[in-house]
């Protein structure tokens, strides 16, 4: 079973951007579908972008699109969230998600993802 640990999370002033990661273990990244969701304080999780497993098709909420950028690097077992043009809405715990199984979920729901990892903070300010 895999293990997800995110970092990489900061402090960061609106405009700017900031890359966290996914560094995976027990499985590999690319036998996934991944995903990355976040919660802001008193806030449900909610989604923000997901890469297939067999495609390598990104999906992206719509207040990800056009600043964010899903990827990840089978060689390192990782994958990444590049963030830019943040904005103090984005501030949350950002958690990185995976899924091996099938689903009558949709991508952008968190019941389809059965692993989880612990959340990096990353705050914008303004």
């Known amino acids: 079973q895999v293990q997800l640990v995110e970092s990489g999370g900061g402090l960061v002033q609106a405009g700017g951007s900031l890359r966290v990661s996914c560094a995976a273990s027990g499985g590999a990244v690319s036998g996934y579908t991944m995903a990355w969701f976040r919660q802001g304080p008193g806030e449900e999780r909610s989604f923000v972008a997901a890469i297939t497993y067999w495609s390598d098709n990104t999906i992206y909420a719509d207040s990800a699109k056009g600043r964010f950028t899903i990827s990840r690097d089978s060689a390192k077992n990782m994958m990444y969230l590049q963030m830019n043009g943040l904005k103090p809405e984005d501030t949350a715990v950002y958690y990185c998600?995976?899924?091996?199984?099938?689903?009558?979920?949709?991508?952008?729901?968190?019941?389809?993802?059965?692993?989880w990892g612990q959340g990096t903070q990353v705050t914008v300010s303004s």
């Open positions: 998600a995976a899924s091996n199984s099938g689903s009558p979920y949709t991508y952008s729901d968190y019941r389809r993802y059965n692993y």
